[in-house]
């Protein structure tokens, strides 16, 4: 009977099974695999808990963008608001001294008027002085050249003119 069932195993693989399953309990209290399946249960629930942690934060953090992206629009139009009130000044300024500048200039420039008109009077003047003189001095030759008398008398009031003068 004994060896029947020696021969049964032999001839199956009960015998294998056996070994098989002895090698694995073996393993499994040698290796301490509970301990390690817990340890690897604990590692697990530590990265569930640090998933909820970052989690949370990370809902905080979006709480807060969102927070700030609702006051966004309303800082952007105040920024818009002053944008407009300072380039509104920007331009009244410019304005103001382009019409400071032009002002200058039509003074200046009828300042310059004025300075040609007196320059051109004094060209007039002085061309007619010249002419007044020419014509004076055109009038008395032809007056000396008619009358040689008072050719005489102009030569003698000359040299009397200059006697008088005293010469050091």
Not at 75 to 86: F, G, T, Y
Not at 102 to 120: F, G, P, R, V
Request: charged fraction near 30%; proline fraction near 0%; hydrophobic fraction near 40%.
């Amino acid at each position: 009977m004994y060896e029947a069932i020696a021969d049964y195993i032999a001839r199956t693989n009960l015998f294998n099974f056996i070994i098989f399953a002895g090698i694995i309990t073996y393993l499994v209290i040698k290796l301490n695999v509970k301990e390690g399946l817990e340890k690897g249960k604990e590692a697990v629930s530590e990265h569930i808990e640090d998933s909820d942690a970052a989690k949370k934060e990370s809902e905080e953090n979006l709480q807060s963008i969102k927070d700030k992206i609702e006051n966004l629009e309303s800082e952007i139009d105040q920024i818009v608001k002053e944008s407009e009130n300072n380039a509104k000044i920007v331009g009244e300024k410019i304005i103001s001294d382009a019409n400071k500048t032009a002002e200058n200039i039509k003074n200046n420039s009828l300042k310059i008027i004025d300075n040609k008109t007196a320059l051109l009077r004094n060209d007039i003047m002085k061309r007619a002085s010249l002419a007044s003189v020419e014509v004076a001095k055109n009038h008395i030759i032809n007056e000396l050249n008619s009358n040689a008398d008072l050719h005489n008398k102009f030569i003698e009031e000359s040299i009397e003119a200059i006697n008088g003068v005293d010469i050091k």
